[in-house]
């Protein structure tokens, strides 16, 4: 009966946007091309990285370049889930947490485009991770992944993303508009270490690498970044070939084609965190036939609004209850900068990223051009670091010359060099923090607690309250029934006696998310 009941509500949600409806041929096609775990400075069309992403420059200098692009969450799922749902995540019940489900009545745009004639699919990492739920079908439509690389290398998917694109549009009909979605698995750690070596053949040598400022320099430290780079121009070099496809075909002056990534970094204060290594991300929009090339816009923009800006493009109705705005008049318009004055602000948050009881990392914030403000509910330890990891200081250098930067600041918490990250990436965070970004950058200087800057905390405070409220989220109406039976879930299929971590540890092999 529930899974009826889903069924039909997502029936009548769909209602006026059925088999009916007749397809113009005016109407663009959809690409959404999608990195798993990638700040927005890893591209260097943003200033700060030296990193060479020729495809992404060419979408930005063909399109156009939102400088101020964010996830509704730093995590996977609910990211993804806020994107295809056009929903902020908090509004998506248990699609607000990684390892939960995206409940049926919440219709997607595979779902929307679909009923409005367009051919739909997929190829790569869909929604997840997490589990079926109530739908009968992936949220991101029917999988392409039967053509896989001729070569694959080691870390990366051997799927063949720009080959899958290619069969799926010979399964079309003629003319027939087409919604799809590309998934790189790129960045995602763990990454080969072999990596650095390829890196460094296309001119980028781990000691010329830049490093956030929230990273200890050691050549370990290093070598994983440049791990982790690699991938990016991998997936850099699978956005050229989708590139390819398009212009093959003939179809790509007509394709709406948006370039980003799921949530930031998987590094320190980065990933899973609300700062902006976490959830501030690359967004590059190309449309050669309606949108203007080469502009830079500094509106704010939520992959929220990704959904309602797709079907706004495509004249197609937003669903009742879809909170995301869209862009399409920023997209389309004549100059740069800011254009939608209203768009001078975000808002994101968290609620759980696979963290055990009684660490709790859930929060929101709210960012515009100048300030960060972010509410944590809790005020435990974030990332606790064993005792038996630690190491004497003479085998520093050794450890230095490979260990991670987890790894170095469980081994070497208190030298000189690992000291002043480590209470900022494991400690527990304050009820509110304040960071100006006009002379902090790498958030690092909490000023919650500064009395000069008290009507600029009390103002985003209240800001951030008064928007959550408006869209329903638990924190703040304070019904957090879904929420609380939810995490129960995830704890319990995490690390429960049959959980996939559980079971990852008996192997003795990492857990991935």
Same mark, same amino acid.
């Given at each position: 009966?529930?899974?009826?009941?889903?069924?039909?509500?997502?029936?009548?949600?769909?209602?006026?946007?059925?088999?009916?409806?007749?397809?113009?041929?005016?109407? =663009?096609?959809?690409?959404?091309?999608?990195?798993?775990?990638?700040?927005?400075? #890893?591209?260097?069309?943003?200033?700060?990285?030296?990193?060479?992403?020729?495809?992404?420059?060419?979408? %930005?200098?063909?399109?156009?370049?939102?400088?101020? $692009?964010? %996830?509704?969450?730093?995590?996977?799922?609910?990211?993804?889930?806020?994107?295809?749902?056009?929903?902020?995540?908090?509004?998506?019940?248990? $699609?607000? @947490?990684?390892?939960?489900?995206?409940?049926?009545?919440?219709?997607?745009? =595979? #779902?929307?485009? #679909?009923?409005?004639?367009?051919?739909?699919? @997929?190829?790569?990492?869909?929604?997840?991770? $997490?589990?079926?739920?109530?739908?009968?079908?992936? =949220?991101?439509?029917?999988?392409?992944?039967?053509?896989?690389? #001729?070569?694959?290398?080691?870390?990366?998917?051997?799927?063949?993303?720009?080959?899958?694109?290619?069969?799926?549009?010979?399964?079309?009909? =003629?003319?027939q508009p087409f919604w799809f979605w590309v998934g790189c698995i790129e960045p995602h750690a763990p990454c080969d270490t072999g990596n650095r070596h390829k890196l460094a053949m296309r001119g980028l040598a781990q000691d010329q690498i830049k490093l956030p400022g929230t990273l200890p320099d050691t050549p370990g430290i290093r070598g994983e970044r440049a791990d982790m780079l690699w991938e990016i121009c991998r997936a850099d070099d699978d956005l050229g070939r989708i590139l390819d496809v398009l212009e093959q075909r003939g179809e790509l002056a007509n394709t709406l084609l948006i370039v980003t990534s799921d949530n930031g970094t998987q590094t320190l204060r980065g990933k899973a965190n609300l700062y902006d290594w976490g959830v501030h991300v690359p967004l590059a929009v190309m449309w050669p036939a309606r949108a203007k090339a080469g502009r830079v816009v500094t509106d704010f923009v939520n992959l929220a609004d990704v959904a309602p800006t797709c079907l706004a493009a495509a004249g197609l109705p937003k669903p009742d209850g879809m909170s995301g705005r869209s862009f399409l008049e920023v997209l389309k318009a004549e100059s740069a900068g800011r254009i939608d004055a209203t768009r001078d602000h975000v808002v994101t948050g968290i609620e759980w990223h696979g963290e055990r009881d009684p660490t709790n990392i859930a929060g929101r914030m709210i960012r515009d051009d100048r300030w960060l403000y972010i509410r944590n509910f809790s005020q435990a330890p974030r990332h606790p670091l064993p005792a038996s990891s630690r190491r004497p200081a003479a085998e520093f250098a050794r450890n230095a010359a490979t260990a991670t930067a987890w790894g170095m600041l469980a081994k070497h918490p208190d030298d000189p060099a690992i000291a002043p990250f480590v209470e900022p990436a494991t400690g527990p965070r304050m009820p509110e923090e304040l960071y100006d970004l006009s002379v902090d950058p790498w958030q690092t200087t909490n000023l919650a607690d500064q009395h000069q800057h008290a009507a600029t905390l009390e103002r985003l405070r209240n800001q951030l309250a008064e928007e959550c409220l408006r869209t329903g989220d638990p924190r703040f109406t304070g019904d957090m029934t879904t929420f609380d039976r939810t995490r129960a879930f995830v704890l319990e299929r995490k690390f429960g006696e049959n959980g996939y971590a559980t079971k990852a540890l008996r192997r003795k092999q990492p857990a991935r998310e």
């Open positions: 009966m529930v899974r009826l009941v889903a069924i039909l509500v997502a029936v009548l949600a769909l209602e006026g946007l059925s088999l009916a409806a007749d397809v113009s041929r005016d109407q =663009p096609n959809i690409v959404i091309f999608l990195t798993d775990d990638e700040s927005w400075q #890893e591209r260097s069309g943003y200033g700060w990285s030296n990193l060479p992403t020729p495809h992404f420059d060419r979408v %930005a200098r063909e399109g156009v370049l939102f400088t101020n $692009g964010f %996830a509704s969450a730093p995590s996977c799922a609910p990211s993804r889930a806020a994107l295809l749902t056009g929903r902020n995540f908090w509004e998506l019940e248990e $699609g607000a @947490f990684i390892q939960a489900w995206l409940p049926a009545k919440f219709p997607v745009m =595979p #779902e929307l485009f #679909e009923h409005a004639g367009y051919q739909v699919g @997929f190829t790569g990492k869909g929604w997840g991770p $997490g589990v079926p739920g109530d739908r009968s079908r992936k =949220p991101t439509g029917d999988e392409f992944r039967s053509v896989l690389r #001729e070569s694959p290398e080691p870390g990366i998917s051997p799927i063949d993303y720009a080959a899958n694109l290619a069969a799926f549009l010979d399964t079309r009909k =003629p003319n």
